[in-house]
């Protein structure tokens, strides 16, 4: 493992060797469908009957790997909602048409795409049945993407609580949520981001990173950029956004007075209204959530996460043979999850 997390690991652990924290202090935030498919992707685990269980069991591995390190007083696991994309695509049809394309994202284990699909849902429903065992909050709201969620969620708790939250995916949007109590940890860097480190990493203060994402686009939501403009070149064009705070109207501001100096600048006045678009797409700070879903994410944090029911999971963990991924469950079980225990008694 990378020297340097464990370095950072070691610090978050000797911060919480005699802990006297209380229930909201120290908040893991989970997003569920990240965490499964990297690991769907890549543990090509196969059980005693011929079942590929590599998200469920990696998924198991990697939430308790964070917990023992972050060492959590409350931990929520956050699924998009059925039509999750729904109210995105109503404002960009395109937005995520990249996804579902036919193509196997764990070609090792999987021969054709329906027995994938067929895995990933057996997994997940399954997954979730594990997770109604242990002391973790679980949610997922229809026509409501987990971004959504976490952004309110990871807010209401730093405001309301004082909560240090630790964010934990690989999707770079979430940066934006980042501050003086909101860390994101990026797995597939294995780097915790804050202010500081966002602005060593990108070169930017965290609070123009809305912008930076704006303008640049993203692919992999089929979200499209300003064309010509790219990661090496926007520092030149808007040195701005290393030294000054910003808003988009003062980006359109620079834009209206440097349109004759390039084509970027008047191309960015001509497609103002799509800028505008890519911004409410992509803008985390007021997520796509209406009155009613902001009520039902607030009561989650008032109420008590499920007891753990160390017998339901050992029969599941039986039935699924997963007997090799811990040494000795039993003891995995209470040691993992007892800081999380200890505040639903």
Not at 271 to 298: A, F, H
Request: hydrophobic share 35%.
């Amino acid at each position: 493992m990378d020297k340097n997390l464990l370095k950072i690991l070691d610090n978050i652990s000797k911060d919480n060797e005699q802990p006297t924290f209380k229930k909201h202090d120290r908040v893991l935030i989970i997003d569920g469908m990240n965490l499964f498919l990297r690991n769907f992707a890549t543990m090509n685990i196969i059980n005693e009957k011929g079942v590929h269980i590599g998200g469920l069991s990696g998924f198991l591995r990697s939430l308790g790997f964070l917990i023992n390190h972050i060492n959590p007083t409350s931990a929520y696991i956050v699924f998009d909602g059925v039509g999750s994309s729904i109210n995105r695509k109503n404002l960009l049809p395109g937005y995520k048409s990249n996804r579902n394309t036919g193509k196997l994202i764990n070609g090792k284990s999987f021969g054709n795409i329906d027995d994938e699909g067929d895995a990933k849902i057996n997994q997940i429903v399954r997954l979730i049945q594990y997770l109604k065992c242990i002391p973790v909050k679980t949610i997922s709201l229809d026509k409501v993407e987990a971004d959504d969620i976490i952004a309110h969620l990871s807010k209401q708790l730093s405001t309301q609580k004082n909560s240090k939250v630790y964010i934990v995916s690989s999707d770079k949007d979430f940066l934006q949520l980042v501050d003086h109590n909101i860390t994101l940890f990026r797995p597939t860097e294995k780097e915790f981001f804050t202010p500081e480190k966002i602005k060593d990493k990108i070169g930017l203060p965290v609070e123009n990173f809305i912008l930076y994402k704006t303008l640049l686009g993203d692919n992999s939501d089929k979200i499209p950029g300003i064309k010509g403009l790219g990661e090496k070149g926007i520092f030149k064009k808007f040195p701005e956004l290393q030294t000054q705070t910003l808003t988009l109207d003062d980006i359109f501001d620079i834009c209206a007075s440097k349109y004759k100096d390039h084509l970027i600048y008047s191309r960015i006045i001509f497609e103002k209204n799509n800028v505008l678009k890519n911004y409410k797409l992509m803008d985390l700070s007021n997520p796509l959530v209406d009155d009613e879903e902001k009520e039902i994410i607030e009561e989650l944090i008032t109420t008590s996460a499920p007891i753990l029911n160390a017998d339901v999971f050992l029969r599941l963990y039986n039935e699924d043979g997963l007997k090799h991924l811990f040494k000795d469950v039993s003891w995995w079980l209470r040691d993992t999850f007892k800081v999380l225990n200890s505040f639903n008694k």
